[in-house]
């Protein structure tokens, strides 16, 4: 067991070689077990006490959706790699290396996050700060960069593995709020990591009085990031620092700012603890507003159902659908992604079944390096069968809303799988992707 004290106070989690010994002890499966220990040296894994006391449905597991969710599991990784870390157990030379062969070839870092979303100025990075959209800026508070358990499927895996390369992280809000101040087309400022709410209220503070300070007046939404809700939801409700962190978000909207809690919630269940519920309602008490996203996933939630009553449970307690992601290319991929032509049918499915309160969710999307891609259909043109497609955030707002298609693959599973449908189509997608689409070579027959 390990204590967590970002937050307001300690909390308990779990990682590290004692997740395959909690394994061992709830499903009583010694192999189970061993794939926990192989599986963890390569991807991060951390569980609260509230996940295993309240979310995790032992009796199950392995095949619980959030055991899934949240512990190692043998086919995250290929078969030769599952093979090459089984075999340097037991020698840490030869660990570290096979260790860091096989996250190389993980993607650690989809979407050119590194290299295209992080600002430069004066031939200075901005440390802490993506980027990407004119009207949204991320920041990373440096303490906020773990969370209170993790994701299996996290694209943001590189940030908990302790390389210092892979990590996103600021030096402070000074740099940050000067970099703000220089740009007023930000309406929107994203804290996210990790997750900020492990902080303590006394860290997080500066750089929420800092975003409300002069200077910032065109800032006009602040977003948390968050699946504190689902991970440790007594951060809002019985915490000792959780009436500090309330008076703390509450500021926010006193100071006539949008304060927008973007919850991650990959199960219904996530919402069904009474502490969960307490934490939602003091959201909404300091005048939140509840957002909710997670990507489609196998093992999970790859079943209309789930989804049409996660929604339900979300609009009963006031929070609203916001995105159905597409599974990125990265970390466990192999595992959890599916079709986009799956995707798009579990969105349909789910969505039919839901009023129009409950139709707010967008999906589902891909967040590749241009920009949010929405599957919007399969539609049948003249040169074939094609997706239809919609950027509805891109870093040339020009083409956002601008329908637009690739070739229909049954296969596909991510955006750089896709082909343009037809020579009006190539402007839609990046450089590399110039293969001709069925339009074309219809053309040519």
Known sequence: MTTHEQGGSATRTVSGRRLAALVRDRCADEQLAHDVEVVRQVLPFKVSRHVIDQLVDWKSAPDDPLYRLLFPHRDMLDPKHFRAIERALGDPVALRSAVASVRGTLNPHPGEQLTRNIPHEDGDEVSGVQHKYAQTALVFPRHGQTCHA?????FRWAQFVGHPELRIADEGPRQVIAYLR??????????TGGDPLVMRSELLEPYIDALLGPGLEHISTLRIGTKALSFHPARLVNDPDAARLLRLLESVTAAGRQLAVMLHVSHP????????RQA?????AVGAQLWAQAPVVRHVNDDPTVWADAWHAQ???GIHPYYLFVERDTGA????????????EIYRDAVVRMSGLGRTARGPVMSTTEGKVTVDGVAELPGGRAFALRYLQARVPDVVGRPFYAVWDPAAQWWSELVPFSRHDRGFFPPGARGAGGADRAAAR
């Open 150 to 154: 993790y994701c299996a499927y996290c």
């Open 182 to 191: 220089r740009h007023p087309e930000v309406s929107d400022v994203l804290l």
């Open 269 to 276: 269940r996530e919402l069904e603890p009474a502490v969960t």
């Open 280 to 284: 939602v309602a003091a959201l909404r």
């Open 315 to 317: 609009l009963m307690l």
């Open 333 to 344: 991929q192999r595992y959890f992604g599916l079709p986009l032509q799956r995707a798009y």
